[in-house]
């Protein structure tokens, strides 16, 4: 029905750079809130950041002004660009998607994920 697939995981050095992405695809009406969420080992999946389609965004405490997120709403697109990151950044980091997939249903979707260690 509809599909969300991050990409741009993979290992960084603490103080580096990455940016993820995120596409939606299928039967897509409209598309309300984007986020992204992660998950550490052991601990319960966070909020990190929310864009709502009229780009007004949301962050956590922790990622405020190192984390940017953006959407490409023609796309159907989330980032995420994540400056000088630390070593508790190291997560699963999870898109989501508030999705109108017809004029009157919509749902909320997740995507697979895409890990992020932070180490040296």
Same mark, same amino acid.
């Given at each position: 029905?509809?599909?969300?697939?991050? /990409?741009?995981?993979?290992?960084?050095?603490?103080?580096?750079?990455?940016?993820?992405?995120?596409?939606? /695809?299928? &039967?897509?009406? /409209?598309?309300? $809130?984007?986020?992204?969420? &992660?998950?550490?080992?052991?601990?319960?999946?966070?909020?990190?950041?929310?864009?709502? *389609?009229?780009?007004? +965004?949301?962050?956590?405490? *922790?990622?405020?002004? &190192?984390? +940017?997120? *953006?959407?490409?709403?023609?796309? =159907?697109?989330?980032?995420?660009?994540?400056?000088?990151?630390?070593?508790? $950044?190291?997560?699963?980091?999870?898109?989501?998607? $508030?999705?109108?997939? !017809?004029?009157? =249903?919509?749902?909320?979707?997740?995507?697979?994920?895409? &890990?992020?260690?932070? *180490? !040296?």
């Amino acid at each position: 029905q509809v599909q969300l697939v991050e /990409s741009g995981g993979g290992l960084v050095q603490p103080g580096g750079s990455l940016g993820l992405s995120c596409v939606a /695809s299928g &039967r897509i009406f /409209s598309i309300n $809130d984007m986020a992204w969420y &992660r998950q550490a080992p052991g601990k319960p999946r966070e909020l990190v950041a929310s864009v709502l *389609s009229g780009g007004s +965004t949301n962050y956590a405490h *922790s990622v405020k002004g &190192r984390f +940017t997120i *953006s959407r490409d709403n023609a796309a =159907n697109t989330v980032y995420l660009q994540m400056n000088n990151l630390k070593p508790e $950044d190291t997560a699963v980091y999870y898109c989501n998607a $508030d999705v109108a997939w !017809s004029p009157t =249903n919509r749902d909320v979707f997740w995507g697979p994920g895409t &890990r992020i260690t932070v *180490s !040296s």
